[in-house]
């Protein structure tokens, strides 16, 4: 059990984040695409779907820009972060000294 605990899973720990950022990635998307398919009647997916019946394209950018945006936070502000500081903790920053 040591091993696993002191060994194994902090080796893994950086793979194990990037995991966790791809699914994250997946899970957005199909949220997105549920609340298309679903007719939700509150939410990114509805806002996109409405503007695609009405045809209003300048809705349909909007919400595009919007879903982009809040992916892009997400990736930078948390995942790379928290990559990053997994990055450092086991010393795996390739930095030129």
């Known amino acids: ?3 696993f605990r002191f060994v194994m899973i902090p080796a ?8 966790i950022t791809q699914a994250w990635s997946f899970a957005w998307h199909a949220l997105i695409g549920a609340e298309i398919l679903m007719a939700a009647s509150l ?3 509805h806002i996109l779907d409405v503007g695609r019946e009405f045809q209003l ?3 349909i950018i909007a919400s595009m820009i919007t879903i982009f945006a809040i992916g892009l936070v997400f990736d ?4 790379s972060k928290l990559a990053n500081r997994i ?9 030129n000294e």
């Not at 930078?76 to 995942?79: D, K, N, P, S």
């Not at 450092?88 to 930095?95: D, F, I, M, V, Y």
Request: net charge positive.
């Open 76 to 79: 930078r502000l948390v995942f």
């Open 12 to 19: 893994a720990t950086p793979s194990l984040i990037s995991g």
């Open 57 to 59: 394209m300048d809705q």
């Open 87 to 95: 990055r450092e903790r086991w010393g795996l920053n390739q930095s």
């Open 1 to 3: 059990m040591a091993l």
């Open 43 to 45: 939410g990114l997916g």
